[in-house]
């Protein structure tokens, strides 16, 4: 994940038990797509006197390039009334992780190469100052590339997410871009 994730609580004990479930929980999401830029998560329980349904309410948010934002949730009266919190956070995790994998399919199967063409990727880390960045491509690899390989002069456009397609070749410290080309800037300042 390119961004910690963040998890907030309301209406709910904090508690080690629970940050740790939520982030051994988030990391299975990393697992699954290994592109994920951030993941956010929101315990709450928003009322003290329900009548009926699991009183708890657990929203996960998920960033994945090129700009796609996934949210899942459970909210009160989804589940039975005296469903625990660890059971509706990992029945939560679940659905995201179906929801995850079902994009990333969907992703690679819009990405099928043809004999020729170059590959599609997002840039993953982008350190401007010193003039390269790494870009990650769909399967999970990630290529070096430097300012000189970003085609039309472009290095200053790209930011965290920035779709890019590229040309790899194997460099002497491993994988590499030889060319980059920007195809689509992130939405919404994903990655910033």
Known sequence: MEIPIEISFRGVEKTPGLEEL?????EEL???????????????KP????????????????????????????SPGDKPMHQSLNTVITETFEAARRRLRKLTEQMQETAGKH???????????????E????????DGDEYYFHRNSVLYDDFERLEPGT??????????????????EIIEKPAGGIGG
């Open 163 to 180: 779709v890019v397609r590229f040309a790899s070749e194997k460099g002497e410290k491993g994988p590499q871009a030889s060319t980059v």
């Open 22 to 26: 939520i982030r051994v929980s988030s």
């Open 47 to 74: 009322q003290e006197h329900q009548k009926s349904g699991n009183p708890y309410r657990v929203r996960i948010d998920m960033r994945v390039p090129p700009g796609h934002e996934l949210v899942v949730k459970s």
């Open 115 to 129: 004999p020729g063409e170059e590959d599609t990727a997002f840039v993953a880390r982008l350190f401007r100052n």
């Open 131 to 138: 003039g390269y960045g790494f870009i990650r491509a769909l």
């Open 30 to 44: 990393d697992k699954v797509c290994g592109n994920l830029i951030s993941c956010r998560v929101a315990v709450e």
